[in-house]
């Protein structure tokens, strides 16, 4: 009997010290691991076609540029204005009938999920901004639960608009003859960009999925704002 309690005392030990082994390698990796980034995303990276010809080879420090739109408050609003914040931006227009819808939609998830982070800043920008005025664009911000907090739906001079997105953002194709949803060919792309200005993520604005994913990757970046 006491040969059998001697055995049950070293088989404790040994677990105890399996234990505190097992424990030990998984803090260590945990030290260890690299930390889980975003990439930065440069033109070179991109496809040609939603690039200016004059960034295709751009392979490092592209930050998004300055601007200078009117928002659906009719209020003037420039970089300084979202300095230092995350940004989530697409262009749409609000006769949109087919992707712009499911976009909205999934803007207001990314709004609603960050509701109380005021680092972070939805950024709209109109493809038609001849017919999108400041009141257009403030009825349609009504219909579609805006929050003017955090979320500008923009407008303003057609060729800076063309500008932003071939040249900060890329997310149009080719520019068209005109200024019209047939030639300013819009993609359904929604990108993410840090508070330094810097592309981090493209995704799909119609897939549940895709921005599903940029909601929790989002906090990677605020993490790195600390």
């Known amino acids: 009997m006491a040969k059998l ?3 049950k005392a070293e088989l404790w ?3 105890v010290l399996l234990g505190i082994f097992v424990i030990g390698v998984i803090i260590a990796y945990q030290i260890q691991k690299p930390k889980e980034t975003l990439p930065i995303i440069n033109p070179a990276m991109l496809n040609e076609a939603l690039v200016a010809d004059s960034l295709e080879s751009v392979g490092v420090n592209h930050k998004i540029s300055d601007f200078n739109l009117v928002d659906h408050h009719g209020v003037e609003r420039s970089l300084a204005d979202v300095q230092g914040k995350i940004l989530v931006v697409d262009f749409f227009f609000t006769t949109c009938p087919s992707i712009c819808i499911d976009m909205t939609k999934n803007l207001r998830k990314v709004q609603e999920a960050y509701k109380d982070e005021p680092r972070i800043q939805i950024l709209s920008h ?3 901004p ?3 005025t400041v009141e ?4 349609y911000a009504e219909a579609n639960g805006v929050n003017y907090d955090q979320w500008w739906l923009l407008t303003g001079d057609p060729y800076e608009i063309n500008r932003l997105a071939r040249t900060s953002y890329f997310a149009v194709m080719e520019q068209g003859e005109g ?3 047939h030639s300013f060919i819009h993609t359904e792309n929604i990108i993410l960009v840090d508070e330094k200005g810097r592309l981090r993520g493209f ?3 119609t897939s549940d999925v895709d921005m599903q994913l940029m909601i929790d990757q989002i906090p990677l970046l605020l993490d790195e704002d600390e």
């Open 136 to 139: 257009v664009l403030q009825a």
């Open 5 to 7: 309690k001697l055995r």
């Open 126 to 128: 109109s493809v038609q």
């Open 13 to 15: 030990k040994i677990g």
């Open 130 to 132: 001849e017919y999108d």
């Open 179 to 181: 200024w019209d949803e």
């Open 203 to 205: 995704y799909d604005g």
